[in-house]
């Protein structure tokens, strides 16, 4: 019986641009791409409902011809490779010849392009598979491409779409990291009538960064710049003891193409783990060279990771890169400040107020038996027996041995109180000693708006004062003033979910996360037997808000097994 058939080319079409076009950004990515390719100097992106109505992007590249316009459209028609050979020495963001036929496969799109200013343009308009028109225009040297609905014939992928605000902050951020890449092109956002931000040109990458993240982050970064034979870094990264409390601003480059990649997270992580406090990641701008032979681009639908052949060998050169810079900012007598023994204010002053509610009841290990904690009355306390390799407090179960991850732990209990004090909207606020001011970048400033009300229902009070800077007035009294600002910047990532009930119980979480004690802290026996108490009134005992677990046993039997003390 034979079973198979071709599918029909419009069906094959659409499963095609499903693989490259996921949502507005993935459009505006892919014609930006082209752009650039284009060697466009100004770029212009506007966006309207968030990209889900309509995107136009606007260049003055080179431009096309009638024939290539026509061409574009074509699956694999490309003007950027043109042989296999070629596969092994991509210099350009594109190379595959998919996005044109993708995009016009799942929308309405119209091309306007011309290869010099004057009336020889060519405009082509098309719906899904069909050509409505090709016409003559006057157009200036460039390319304008317009896509109106998307997704209009798959109804499915529609529905995925999110909100505006989240599909426009997607658009935010992957310009704000093309930008980045490429100073010497203007690049400007559009949304609706509002204008998000236009960057004009410039000629160095630290004059982009200012203008993309203002005036502060110069002093918190420094110069990355490192050559060893066919490899080079070149960029700005924190410069210590500032970080931040996420991974979330780290942005690497690979010949000049924005990706995520493992390893050059891991070398970046590593070379600042002695400069940095506890938990606390550098923020990263950082282009790596390397010969176009040592690195496949080809090996991801949206192009945006990278295989390294050797992939050792490069996070041994970024991590000495770093090192180097590092070591020259700081002095090399001065490394590792973060050895100073940071004091963690373990409970929050507030909650200390409160005793029974609350917060950490002081008590002798004596006492427990005569003023047991009111709430804790069903549940039998289990003994601690101490705290291992300064991460984990081992405690004594009926016939287990439990060790408990002492972060996972707290954060656990922080964020039930939490939940509760959020329920009751009682959070304790604290009003600044000196307004906190700072700038935002427009990503973050999109954010902000998006979840300014559930941010205010925490209990922080941001005013704007012009431009980008914005002055943090109050903030939740359950951690100090100088985290602040830090946790708050935390926070604005989080409200990025599209549902209300995951942004709140991320926010929350995250609060949770960042008060929590952390990992490799020394914890005096009282405390150890406080979290142990308060972590088994939870919610849930065996899992952190972050679906991690907390506690790993080891029964009796186990242990008696192995020192064949078993009673057969
Ligand atoms: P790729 O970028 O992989 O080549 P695309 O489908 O994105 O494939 O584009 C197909 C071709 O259309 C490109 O190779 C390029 O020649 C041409 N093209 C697309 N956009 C532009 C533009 N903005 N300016 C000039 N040429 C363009
Ligand atoms: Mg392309």
């Known amino acids: 019986m034979n079973r198979i058939t071709i599918l029909p080319s419009d069906v094959s079409q659409k499963i095609a641009a499903g693989e490259v076009i996921e949502r507005p950004f993935s459009v505006v990515k892919e014609l930006v791409e082209n752009s650039l390719d284009a060697q466009a100097t100004e770029i212009k992106v506007e966006i309207v409902e968030g990209g889900k109505r309509l995107l136009r992007v606007t260049d003055n590249g080179y431009g096309m011809s009638r024939d290539d316009a026509l061409l574009a459209f074509e699956r694999h028609s490309t003007s950027k490779i043109s042989t296999e050979a070629d596969l092994d020495h991509i210099r350009t963001l594109g190379f595959r010849g998919e996005a044109l036929p993708s995009i016009s496969a799942v929308s309405h799109i119209i091309l306007q392009t011309s290869e010099k200013n004057g009336s020889s343009g060519t405009l082509i308009e098309r719906e899904g598979e069909e050509v409505h028109r090709v016409e003559d225009i006057a157009f200036p040297q460039g390319t304008s491409i317009e896509v109106a609905d998307l997704f209009f014939n798959l109804p499915v992928r529609k529905k995925f779409l999110r909100s505006e605000r989240s599909e426009l902050g997607q658009v935010v951020k992957y310009l704000t990291q093309a930008a980045l890449a490429s100073p010497e092109v203007r690049i400007s956002l559009y949304h609706g009538k509002r204008k998000v931000f236009d960057y004009p040109r410039v000629g160095q990458l630290k004059e982009r960064i200012f203008q993309v993240h203002g005036g502060d982050i110069i002093d918190r970064i420094l110069e990355v710049d490192y050559k060893d034979g066919h490899l080079a870094l070149f960029g700005y990264a924190s410069r210590p003891p500032t970080g931040r409390r996420d991974r979330k601003q780290q942005f690497f480059y690979v010949n000049n193409r924005p990706v995520k990649d493992k390893t050059l997270q891991a070398a970046l992580n590593q070379s600042y783990k002695s400069f940095l406090e506890k938990d606390h990641f550098a923020e990263a701008f950082l282009f790596l060279s390397l010969p176009l032979f040592d690195v496949d681009v080809n090996v991801h639908p949206t192009k945006t990771e990278v295989k390294f052949i050797d992939s050792s060998a490069i996070f041994r050169f970024v991590h000495r890169s770093l090192e180097q810079a590092l070591l020259k900012a700081m002095g090399v007598k001065e490394i590792y400040p973060s050895q100073k023994e940071k004091t963690h204010e373990f409970f929050v002053s507030e909650f200390q107020k409160t005793p029974t509610s609350f917060g950490f009841k002081k008590r002798r290990p004596d006492e427990q038996a005569l003023f047991p ?18 991460m984990y407090i081992v405690a004594a179960g009926k016939d287990e041995l439990l060790i408990i991850d002492q972060h996972n ?33 427009p990503s973050q400033i999109e954010n902000f708006e998006g979840g300014r009300e559930l941010l205010e229902g925490l209990g922080f009070r941001l005013e704007e004062m012009g431009g980008r800077s914005y002055a943090l007035k109050e903030y939740p009294g359950i951690f100090k003033e100088d985290e602040a600002k830090d946790i708050f910047l935390s926070l604005l990532e989080d409200v990025q979910e599209e549902r209300i009930e995951d942004k709140k119980h991320k926010l929350l979480a995250t609060l949770a996360c960042k008060t929590a004690v952390k990992a490799g802290e020394v914890l005096t026996r009282e405390k150890m037997e406080y979290l142990v108490d308060e972590l088994f009134k939870t919610s849930n005992f065996s899992l952190c808000p972050h679906g991690r677990p907390i506690t790993v046993k080891i029964q009796k039997g186990e242990i008696e097994k192995g020192l064949k003390r078993a009673k057969n």
């Open 373 to 390: 904690f009111p709430k804790s009355e069903k549940i039998e306390a289990i003994p601690v027996l101490g705290q291992y390799s300064n």
């Open 409 to 441: 732990a707290h954060e656990r209990v922080l964020f039930d109180r939490y939940v509760e004090i959020d329920s009751q909207k009682k959070w304790p606020q604290k009003l600044a000693l000196l307004p906190i001011v700072f700038d935002l970048s």
